[in-house]
């Protein structure tokens, strides 16, 4: 079955400290991978998207994320978070079928002064 | 110069209504999409379009019924609402390689 776990619902980390969301999924064939970020009452932004080569992909905003075939993870980082990176993050998994998006659970990122 | 626009962002209806969520897109792309996010945020597709062609229908209810006029517009029409489709309501579009961009949700309340 095609999922997407998210093991974190929330996450609370100070400014200027580093970050990691996780992400796992289940798909069967090639994964194209994306997280997106949603502040609230906002509509989703792409953040980063992992098609194929480089399995470390840089994103919009400072973020990178890193994609492990052998632990079927695409886990998120950002190596000083600003008070303004306070949003839900979705990991998505996609592929064939149409451009269908499977995604996760959604966490939820505070950020301490 | 929005790229995926919604309207109206805000709805409020009573049960058994029939409502109509409208979207459009300036980004050229050929396939469109309609998602769910329940109150739990989870975000789940209904629907997809392909040059105004449906290519998704993920178990939708048929009170649910989209449709595209052409490629930059997908409509979504509701019938009979109930409490259970309060939810937020995505569109969003892409081109090639799933990049999928999105709008910014209306939000439908059913009373």
């Known amino acids: 079955a095609q999922s997407v776990t998210q093991p974190d619902i929330h996450i609370t980390v100070s400014e200027g400290a580093s970050l990691e969301l996780r992400c796992n999924y289940s798909y069967g064939a090639t994964p194209y991978l994306f997280w997106y970020v949603q502040s609230p009452g906002q509509g989703l932004q792409l953040l980063l998207k992992y098609f194929s080569g480089d399995t470390l992909v840089q994103g919009i905003k400072g973020f990178e994320a890193e994609f492990k075939r052998s632990q079927s993870s695409f886990n998120l980082r950002k190596p000083s978070v600003h008070w303004s990176d306070a949003a839900e993050y979705f990991c998505?998994?996609?592929?064939?079928?149409?451009?269908?998006?499977?995604f996760g659970q959604g966490t939820e990122l505070s950020v301490k002064p | 110069d929005t790229a995926v626009s919604q309207t109206p962002k805000y709805l409020v209806t009573q049960m058994g209504n029939d409502k109509s969520i409208k979207c459009e897109q300036n980004l050229g792309h050929d396939t469109m999409y309609w998602y769910k996010q329940d109150s739990k945020k989870f975000l789940k597709i209904m629907f997809s379009?392909?040059?105004?062609?449906?290519?998704i229908n993920e178990t939708v209810p048929n009170r649910f019924s989209p449709k595209s006029p052409d490629k930059a517009h997908l409509n979504l029409h509701i019938n009979s609402l109930e409490l259970g489709d309060s939810a937020v309501y995505f569109c969003?579009?892409?081109?090639?390689?799933?990049?999928?961009?999105f709008g910014p949700g209306t939000r439908l309340t059913v009373t």
């Open positions: 969003a579009s892409s081109q090639v390689s799933y990049e999928q961009y």
């Open positions: 379009y392909n040059n105004k062609e449906l290519i």
């Open positions: 998505a998994v996609g592929g064939a079928q149409g451009g269908k998006l499977i």
